[in-house]
């Protein structure tokens, strides 16, 4: 059964405040695996990366926003914005239900996400971990249930 673009959705992914080009570069390759339509920094940026062996770059969208206002003021039309943090009230991934157009927003390891974008993310998703996880990692597990959730 062939499903339209428009039932399908689509989803971006990104780092605010990322701290290592290596992360980045991961999370970029995972990207482009996973069917991110594209990529996104907030704060920190980085030229290309060695780790990016699939040349995500090239291949999709890549957007660098300043702060987070330029970032939120520039979501896609109809998109939520899923913050991916180890909050009280996050949802767990485990039962999350994806919205079909989507933003997903990690924050560096040592830093999480900041205050702004806790407040404004339409949901917060989280793991079943006491500890963080790496940055890619979070992002190739949260694109993983999506793919896997959609089929």
């Known amino acids: 059964m062939k499903v339209d673009n428009l039932e399908q959705g689509f989803f971006g992914i990104g780092i605010q405040n990322g701290k290592t080009p290596e992360n980045l570069g991961v999370l970029w390759r995972s990207a482009q695996n996973m069917g991110a339509s594209y990529i996104f920094t907030i704060g920190n940026r980085y030229a ?3 780790c990016d062996t699939h040349k995500a770059v090239g291949a999709m969208p890549y957007f660098h926003y300043k702060t987070f206002e330029d970032f939120y003021s520039n979501l896609p039309k109809g998109a939520m914005l899923v ?30 996400l900041s ?19 790496n940055v890619s990692v979070a992002g190739s597990i949260i694109m993983y249930d999506r793919n896997s959730k959609f089929l």
């Open 48 to 50: 290309k990366q060695a």
């Open 83 to 112: 913050g991916v943090e180890l909050t009280d009230d996050a949802k767990p991934l485990e039962t999350f239900a994806h919205p079909r157009r989507c933003v997903y927003l990690l924050g560096a390891e040592d830093h999480g």
């Open 115 to 133: 205050n702004q974008a806790i407040e404004k993310a339409h949901f917060l998703v989280k793991f079943q971990s006491s500890l963080s996880l």
